[in-house]
Nanobody
């Protein structure tokens, strides 16, 4: 089992950048796929980025490709997500998640953090 704690959310202007961090507590962090999901107001949660346990492969949903970068440091049990060129439609609660199997399937992420709010104003 793993516990996840997100940080780095906040309110920014459109066009700015923001980096989210997720600290994982557990002995087997390096075995998990890691991902970031978001839930805009009034919509369902969606998977936006994922990374394999070794970090050698990543996944991004089309709407964030080229603007988001997911990375991980297995020695520090941390996963990051750099968000550039933020848009108002990026406003959402962002969740860090861990799981197994496919980094492209939301249902494969079994453990969730509490979420951190990101608000982008125009």
């Amino acid at each position: 089992q793993v516990q996840l704690v997100e940080s780095g959310g906040g309110s920014v202007q459109a066009g700015c950048r923001l980096r989210l961090s997720c600290a994982a507590y557990g002995r087997t962090f390096s075995r998990y796929i890691m991902g970031w999901l978001r839930q805009p107001p009034g919509t369902e949660r969606e998977l936006v980025a994922g990374i394999t346990p070794s970090g050698d492969s990543t996944y991004y949903v089309n709407t964030v490709t080229g603007r988001y970068t997911i990375s991980r440091n297995n020695a520090k049990n941390i996963v990051y997500r750099q968000m550039n060129s933020l848009k108002p439609e990026d406003t959402a609660v962002y969740y860090c998640a861990a799981g197994g199997r496919s980094i492209e399937r939301a249902r494969d992420y079994n453990y969730w953090g509490q979420g951190t709010q990101v608000t982008v104003s125009s």
